[in-house]
């Protein structure tokens, strides 16, 4: 069947499974970044030849990356079904799609974080241990600040890839944007509903974009 | 006092050392220039003496300090007393130049307050007090050396080690940097040790000279005693130089000497003495570590070899250092 929708529901709908998917992505790219920073720095300084070498965590931690980041999205979030269960109680609704969505995302940002350190410049590493400063030393007035620039560059690539993730998890009933687009456009060949779900999502990663390379830029200017 | 005993650096096994056996003594109140092609091992030298490189074998002691018996918070103590100033300069990008300045004495745990006193007190030393607010990147190499100078001072260290400070700047800057570390030397009394591959830095600023090539110490000590030494290769590239080839028709000597008042009339007198006229074919005077040094090529006229080496010997038992051609 295809019964259109009068607009107050229309706009009803939309204005829910946006903010359902803002909601998944703002939590889920919070948690991105609480696990994906310290990992990508941990993953960075653990080198062989790194600051603090330990060459068999580093090992392990980067098997785990590739890992995360080899398995194709939609595999991962049926996958993770019985930890999403274990951690929140339930697999359905936005709150249960941040898991898997979360899972997805850190190990990509993770290495972001690490290759975004490496371009640091060896030699203001080099200048801090030469004042007496420690590793932390590095990593908060060295590494993560010089940094900084592309790590912003990075987040706003992860977040784009965090708003296809979201989407993603309509699969299984993870609200949001996707799920309107599986429920509405898909089954019910809804195409008001398609065409203004692709419209928003496009607006969002457009919005995400510019703002992130803005702030790239300014922060670029002064230095 | 630094002491570099017996140091060795190997990389990889087959490889030649980087470092083969080093010793040498850097004496309080010095400017030691260590000499060297690219790929000499200068630079592996240079982060031995702050354990940025452990060596592979010998002992670095500052102070009488063994750096290598050092626990890792104690070696991070010991490098607070030891400024380090790069070729690259290693500012932090993401700092203003007072912020840059103040990393120091951030890691040395000093109040936001007494810091920035310190840091506004070290950009007028190194005479950039208006700047105190830019970026790294909106300034010269020079004014950026600077910057590194002032936070290789803040934390009030004993010692600088520079690493090729000077090698990416323009000879105007190099000369204004080099005058610098002359001041950090003599008014805060610095010990500064300093590697280099331009012989006109070591002319320039150094009391004590040594050349490494190929991981080896050919040579070290004050400037002073290596240009008196006829057999210093160092010695005779730091001396004055004139390019004049000598075409062996008439015996020609080389003298050196460091006394510019009595060289000239004691030519003079020995010359009139052995009825043997001299002819000057070359002169120059620098200041080499802050001594005069004059050359001369002379010529005898008339080609009378026995009495042109008897001439040459009784220079050199009078303290002019003469070498026959």
Redesign the interface.
């Known amino acids: 069947m295809n019964r259109s929708i009068d607009w107050p529901e229309l706009a009803q709908l939309l204005l829910t499974a946006t903010g359902e998917t803002l909601y998944m992505v703002f939590l889920a790219s919070l948690f991105t970044l609480v696990i994906g920073l310290p990992l990508g720095v941990l993953l960075f300084v653990s080198r062989p030849a790194g600051l603090r070498p330990m060459p068999r965590l580093n090992r392990l931690l980067g098997a785990l990356v590739n890992l995360g980041r080899s398995l194709p999205f939609v595999v991962l979030l049926i996958a993770l079904i019985p930890l999403t269960r274990l951690v929140v109680g339930t697999t359905l609704g936005s709150t249960a799609a941040v898991v898997p969505i979360t899972i997805g995302a850190f190990p990509f940002f993770a290495r972001i974080v690490e290759n975004a350190l490496d371009e640091v ?1 060896k ?2 590493i ?9 590793i932390g ?1 590095v990593i908060f ?2 590494l993560l ?2 940094a ?1 620039p592309a790590l912003l560059a990075g987040l706003t690539l992860t977040l784009v890839m965090l708003i296809g993730f979201s989407s993603m998890a309509g699969v299984i009933g993870g609200g949001g944007l996707g799920d309107l687009a599986i429920r509405y456009g898909y089954q019910r060949f809804n195409n008001q509903i398609m065409v203004a779900t692709v419209l928003i999502l496009v607006l969002l990663v457009q919005g995400v974009q510019s703002a992130g390379d803005r702030l790239v830029r300014g922060l670029a200017h ?2 | 006092m630094i002491q570099v005993q017996q140091v060795s650096k190997v990389y990889g096994e087959g490889q030649p050392p980087a470092l083969d056996r080093v010793s040498l003594t850097v004496p309080d109140g010095a400017v030691y220039g260590i000499l060297g092609r690219s790929g000499a091992g200068k630079s592996t030298l240079l982060r031995c003496l702050n354990l940025l490189e452990r060596p592979s074998s010998g002992r670095i002691l500052i102070d009488g300090q063994d750096l290598g018996a050092l626990s890792a918070s104690e070696l991070r103590r010991q490098r607070q007393g030891i400024g380090m100033i790069f070729q690259g300069f290693n500012l932090l990008h993401s700092r203003t130049v007072e912020d840059n300045v103040a990393v120091p004495l951030e890691i040395a745990g000093l109040d936001k307050k007494p810091r920035r006193a310190r840091v506004l007190e070290l950009l007028d030393l190194v005479g950039l007090s208006d700047k105190a607010q830019a970026f790294p990147s909106q300034l010269s190499g020079g004014q950026k050396q600077r910057v590194g100078i002032a936070r290789a001072l803040a934390a009030g260290p004993r010692y600088l080690l520079s690493d090729e400070a000077t090698s990416a700047l323009d000879p105007e800057t190099t000369a204004s940097i080099l005058q610098l570390l002359t001041h950090i030397n003599r008014e805060l009394g610095l010990t500064i040790v300093l590697i280099t591959h331009e012989l006109a830095v070591v002319k320039a600023i150094c009391s004590h000279a040594a050349s490494l090539a190929q991981g080896r110490l050919l040579e070290s000590g004050p400037v002073g005693q290596l240009l008196a030494d006829p057999q210093s290769a160092l010695g005779r590239a730091l001396l004055p130089d004139y390019n004049l080839p000598f075409n062996g028709s008439q015996p020609e000597a080389e003298l050196t000497f460091f006394d510019n008042q009595r060289a000239a009339p004691l030519l003079q007198q020995l010359s009139r003495q052995q009825g043997l006229p001299l002819k000057v074919l070359a002169a120059g005077v620098e200041t080499v570590g802050g001594q005069r040094v004059g050359r001369l090529r002379i010529a005898a006229v008339g080609a009378d070899a026995g009495k042109f080496q008897q001439l040459l010997s009784a220079l050199t038992r009078r303290g002019i250092r003469s070498e026959r051609l």
């Open positions: 410049d030699g203001r080099e200048a801090i241990l030469a004042m007496g400063g420690h030393h007035k060295a600040p010089e900084l002064r230095r």
